[in-house]
């Protein structure tokens, strides 16, 4: 099992900026992604922005140099920064672990709101 804790949403301004951090525990395999993604109510989860432990990331357009991802293997940690924060940007965002031996695992989110 793999179990995940997202840490540092909060309320911010638009224009302001925000750090996400995820904390993975548990049976972890590399290789493998972790990522951000985001929903809210009445809408499908979406991607936000994913990072392989090698190091290649994907991101959503709408994030494009807005976000940065980053992550720590040794510490089995994935972070967003986000800066040039938009109203729509508001949503709980989902940490997640994935590959193909450990399958797809979730945190259970933290709240971003962007006040405008």
């Known amino acids: 099992q793999v179990q995940l804790v997202e840490s540092g949403g909060g309320l911010v301004q638009a224009g302001g900026s925000l750090s996400l951090s995820c904390a993975a525990s548990?049976?972890?395999?590399?290789?493998?992604?972790m990522g951000w993604y985001r929903q809210t109510p009445g809408k499908q989860r979406e991607l936000v922005a994913t990072m392989t432990s090698g190091s290649s990331t994907n991101y959503a357009d709408s994030v494009k140099g807005r976000f940065t991802i980053s992550r720590d293997n040794a510490k089995n940690m994935v972070f967003l920064q986000m800066s040039s924060l938009k109203p729509e940007d508001t949503a709980v965002y989902y940490c997640?672990?994935?590959?193909?031996?450990?399958?797809?695992?979730w945190g259970r989110g933290t709240q971003v709101t962007v006040s405008s």
């Open positions: 548990g049976s972890i395999l590399r290789p493998n992604t």
């Open positions: 997640s672990m994935a590959s193909v031996t450990m399958g797809l695992h």
